[in-house]
């Protein structure tokens, strides 16, 4: 292995042969680019799915009431889902600790006015909680407190957008603005890097804004955030218990799909990760096989230069070389071609890699990178792969017959 | 050294066998200089081969330096040539890649000789044929003659008991020819086993004993007064 004669043989017989070699090792090489582009390709989908739901907190679940399509318990089917503050109540006290924060979320539309700037803008009343769930980051100012929400005061915080368009150069927090032609005093300025439209929202306290639009205790939706230290399955079997449970509570047939929908974040989180499984595994088989046609390459080449050389093998059998010797020197030289070729493909793939991964950052798309593992597994193929490609040839190499080599016909 | 007792060997060709050695008795003492002549397709290459494990009898009895030669599989037959036996070719086969100080030092890679070592004696016999001074040319960079006296500088390094030489001269004008003989004839001198097959009556003169192969058997089996190659150089 470490025979200074083999290497210097090996050596000779890439100088003396400079394209053969290179194509040979091109086709190795380009192989194994491939496939760490495409493995990096597929960590950069991942991340960029990732960073998409990051923004909101990954243990989230909404609830969502709709109309039920089955008749049940003596209703007929169509009929309006609504959930109410008791449904909040009553979830805080069947689940206390399978769930973190929950909120309730009422969705309207408000035209704002402030001094001669107006806008129409969405309003959401929502519990303090809230802030959490969302990952809201508040700029300036403060978010809607236990006290704005038990009082019912008429106080928002309102996205950066909104104070641009409002507000112009002034600081809003502490200034009044008319919702509908309501009074309500800015507490807070919130940013949402990343999402303008995000920006372009307002947050008023549940209370509130169910006092004004006729003081009911309806809501519109549920957001509730589950116990963080739940995996996956404990997670989705929670989901699972509200449905039953809710479904129970507001008469809906337990196989109504339309009455009342939870979405749980969890399981779109697992849904991805099968996906950008399935895409790797996919990729790991498209490079394979890419690898495969430059193995092939490298056997046909070699098979070509035993052919080429077979006197020469034919004297070194002469003169006493055994079938293993010739086995090792044309093992080692294949080796030899497909580890540097891959590993300069390798090279190129990786630096390629670091060199605009960090600038590639799109929606679905984000910082492509490969693992210190999948280099090694690489290279641990590329080793096979030489081993593979030599094989044969080397078989064939140390067959050759001395007397047939050195006829001198 | 070489005692070989009715050995046959033939060859098949599709459906048909070609009989070409046809129950040789010979035998050679060590230190012996023996010329082989015959026609073309007499089977002296065949016979050669056969001696030199390269290839194997299809009957009789063949024992060297007192080993019996017999069923060998490649890497024994590897090892024996190796340690027994030294080739000099009618094309000289060198690697045409290697210096000729590389391909002097080539058997002796193959006996596990250390690097060192290796180059000192590859010099030493490059010296003995006379081409020290062409110890880093590639075989390409030297003549006909220069050629042949490397490959039996190569023979010779790894002391061989028996040197097998195969036309060494059938590619060389006269003049070249002696000298290559001259060279035979004085590591003949040293003590060493020689066998050349040779077309040559001249050249088959310079050795001490003559053998006529004909139609795959020994017709002529003669002891000669040698003929020194010096004279012609
Ligand atoms: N590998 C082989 N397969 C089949 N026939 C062969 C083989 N080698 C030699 N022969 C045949 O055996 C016969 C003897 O061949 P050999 O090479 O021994 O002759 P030779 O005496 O050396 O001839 P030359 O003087 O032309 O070199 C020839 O007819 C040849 O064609
Ligand atoms: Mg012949």
Not at chain 1, 317 to 334: F, H, M, N, R
Request: proline share 3%.
């Amino acid at each position: 292995m470490f025979d200074r004669d083999i290497w210097q043989e090996i050596f000779h017989s890439i100088r003396n042969n400079k394209l053969r070699t290179f194509l040979t090792g091109f086709s190795v090489g380009w192989g194994i680019f491939i496939l760490v582009m495409l493995l990096g390709s597929v960590n950069g989908m991942q991340n960029g799915f990732t960073k998409q739901f990051n923004d909101d907190a990954t243990n989230t679940i909404f609830i969502r009431p709709g109309t039920t399509s089955k008749a049940y318990a003596g209703f007929e089917k169509d009929r309006r889902i609504q959930l109410k503050n008791d449904d909040i109540e009553y979830i805080q006290k069947s689940f206390e600790k399978d769930h973190e924060y929950i909120s309730g979320r009422m969705f309207r539309n408000t035209s704002a006015r402030f001094k001669s700037e107006t806008g129409s803008y969405n309003v959401q009343g929502v519990h303090p909680d809230f802030q959490v769930i969302e990952k809201t980051i508040v700029a300036n100012g403060r978010y809607i407190n236990e006290n704005d929400f038990r009082s019912g005061a008429k106080v928002a915080v309102i996205g950066r957008k909104v104070a641009e368009d409002l507000f112009k150069e002034e600081d809003p927090v502490g200034k009044f603005v008319e919702f509908n032609s309501l009074p309500f005093r800015v507490i807070g300025v919130f940013t949402d890097e990343g999402d303008d439209n995000a920006e372009r929202n307002i947050y008023a306290p549940l209370t509130t804004y169910q006092k004004i639009y006729g003081n009911t205790d309806q809501i519109d939706q549920i957001a509730l955030t589950y116990n963080p230290s739940y995996n996956l399955t404990k997670a989705l079997e929670f989901s699972g218990r509200l449905e039953t449970i809710l479904k129970r509570r507001h008469l809906i047939a337990p196989e109504d799909q339309s009455g009342i929908r939870i979405f749980n974040y969890a399981e779109a989180f697992s849904d991805i990760s099968t996906f950008t499984g399935g895409l790797s595994f996919m990729s790991v088989v498209v490079g394979i096989l890419i690898l495969i046609a430059g193995i092939v390459g490298i056997g046909n080449i070699m098979v070509f230069i035993i052919k080429e050389r077979t006197k020469e093998i034919g004297i070194r059998k002469a003169l006493g070389a055994k079938p293993s010797q010739i086995i090792k020197l044309v093992l080692l030289e294949s080796v030899f071609i497909t580890a540097l070729s891959g590993f300069v493909g390798l090279l190129f793939a990786t630096g390629l890699l670091a060199l605009i991964g960090p600038n590639m950052d799109f929606p679905a798309f984000s910082n492509p990178t490969v693992s210190f593992s999948t280099v090694v597994i690489a290279t641990v193929i590329l080793v096979g792969a030489g081993l593979v490609a030599g094989f044969i040839p080397a078989l064939k190499a140390s067959r050759v017959k001395p007397i047939v080599a050195l006829s001198d016909k | 050294m070489i005692e070989i007792k009715n050995l046959h060997k033939s060859y098949k060709m599709g459906s048909n066998s070609l009989h070409v050695l046809k129950g040789i008795d010979f035998s050679v003492e060590e230190g012996e200089l023996v010329a082989i002549m015959g026609s073309s397709g007499s089977g002296k290459s065949t016979l050669l081969n056969i001696l030199g494990m390269l290839d194997a009898a299809d009957s009789g009895e063949y024992v060297l330096d007192g080993v019996p030669i017999k069923d060998l599989n490649e890497t024994k037959a590897a090892q024996y040539r190796n340690k027994f036996l030294g080739f000099v070719f009618q094309s000289f086969n060198l690697i045409n890649y290697k210096s000729a100080m590389e391909n002097v030092a080539l058997p002796l890679y193959y006996q596990r000789v250390g690097r060192k070592e290796r180059q000192d004696k590859a010099l030493k016999y490059l010296d003995q044929v006379g081409l020290k001074e062409w110890a880093t040319h590639l075989p390409s960079e030297l003549s006909g003659g220069q050629k042949q006296r490397v490959a039996i500088a190569r023979a010779m390094a790894a002391e061989p008991k028996v040197l097998l030489a195969d036309e060494p001269t059938g590619a060389l004008d006269s003049k070249t020819s002696y000298e290559v003989m001259d060279l035979i004839q004085k590591i003949n001198d040293d003590g060493n086993t020689i066998l050349v097959v040779t077309h040559e009556e001249d050249i088959a003169h310079m050795c001490k004993r003559i053998v006529h192969l004909k139609d795959g058997v020994i017709v002529e089996d003669k002891k000669v007064k040698q003929v020194r190659a010096q004279q012609y150089v």
